[in-house]
C-alpha cells in the first residue's frame, strides 16, 4: 500500500489532498466534516483508508476550504459543493482506472454531499447526517432531552440540588416542555431540503447511524423519509471510534463498493 500527498486547485484556492493508493477500480472519496481535517476524528477516517487501501481499493482524503492545509476561507458545509466536484476530478485524474466512487461524509459532511447531490459521486455513504437548522451547540432532540431528565430524576444528588433551591426552575420547566415535545412529522427545514436534493440523486444511497450520537438521534426525528436504507449501529458513538462500530462502519463502506 502507497500513501501519497498532493494538491488540486478549486476556485482559485489550494486544496491539500492524501491519496492511498489500491488497484481496484471502485475507490472511497472522504468528504471531511466541521473543521475536521482529513484524517478525521481520532484519525479515524485516516486509519479506514489504510485498511481500504491493504484490500485493494484507493482512497482520496482532502481539506476542502479553509480547513487543515488548503487555502481559501471556510464556506462551512453549505458552500463545499465546489470542493466536492473539484476532488471527484482530481480522484478521476490521479487514479485513471476509476470506473466507481463512492462518497462518505460524516455529520455535516454528508449533509453536504446530500445537498450538492453527489457531486459525480457514483454511490453515497451518509453517516449520520447534520438536520439542525441553526448550528447551535445547545441543541438537543426531544429523544436526547428526555433520556438526560430521566437520569437527572434519578440521581439522588440532583433531586438534593432541587430541594434545596439551586436550580432554576424557570429553566428546569422549559428544558421539560421541549423534552416533552414529540419530533415534528415534516421535520427541519434543513432535512426536508436534503431529502429533496437525495431524491433528486441518481447514485445509490445507504444512511448509517450511531445508536449513542444525539446528532444521529435528531436526525432520526427531523428526517421526512424516502426509499433510502436507513441503519444503526448499535453503541455507537459519533466519530464510530468504538471498535466493534470501526468494524461494522468498514463492512458498510465495503459494501458499497462493491455496489452490494
Request: proline share 3%.
Amino acid at each position: 500500500m502507497s500513501r501519497r500527498h498532493f494538491s488540486f486547485a478549486c476556485k482559485g484556492e489550494v486544496l491539500a489532498g492524501t491519496l492511498d493508493e489500491g488497484a481496484h477500480p471502485a475507490g472511497l472519496l472522504v468528504v471531511s466534516g466541521g473543521n475536521e481535517t482529513r484524517a478525521g476524528a481520532f484519525s479515524g477516517m485516516a486509519e479506514l483508508a489504510a485498511r481500504l487501501a491493504a484490500a485493494g481499493h484507493p482512497v482520496l482524503r482532502f481539506d476542502r476550504r479553509g480547513t487543515g492545509d488548503s487555502t481559501g476561507g471556510n464556506a462551512g458545509f453549505r458552500g463545499s459543493g465546489p470542493d466536492i466536484a473539484a476532488a471527484v476530478a482530481a480522484f478521476r485524474a490521479e487514479v485513471p482506472g476509476l470506473r466507481r466512487i463512492v462518497g462518505l461524509g460524516n455529520c455535516d459532511a454528508a449533509s453536504a454531499l446530500m445537498l450538492a447531490g453527489g457531486e459525480g459521486c457514483d454511490a453515497l455513504v451518509l453517516a449520520n447526517p447534520w438536520t439542525f437548522d441553526a448550528e447551535a451547540a445547545e441543541q438537543h432532540s426531544g429523544a436526547e432531552l428526555r433520556r438526560r431528565y430521566a437520569e437527572k430524576l434519578r440521581n439522588p444528588r440532583e433531586l438534593a440540588r432541587l430541594l434545596a433551591g439551586k436550580v432554576s426552575f424557570a429553566k428546569l420547566a422549559g428544558g421539560l416542555r421541549r423534552a416533552l415535545l414529540p419530533g415534528s412529522a415534516g421535520g427541519s427545514a434543513l432535512a426536508r431540503e436534503m431529502a429533496g436534493a437525495l431524491a433528486r440523486y441518481q447514485g445509490e444511497a445507504r444512511i448509517l447511524l450511531a445508536e449513542r450520537d444525539r446528532t444521529a438521534q435528531a436526525f432520526r426525528e427531523n428526517w421526512p423519509g424516502g426509499a433510502w436504507p436507513v441503519e444503526i449501529c448499535a453503541g455507537a458513538s459519533h466519530a464510530f471510534a468504538e471498535a466493534e462500530a470501526r468494524e461494522w462502519l468498514f463492512g458498510r463502506v465495503v459494501e458499497a463498493l462493491r455496489g452490494a
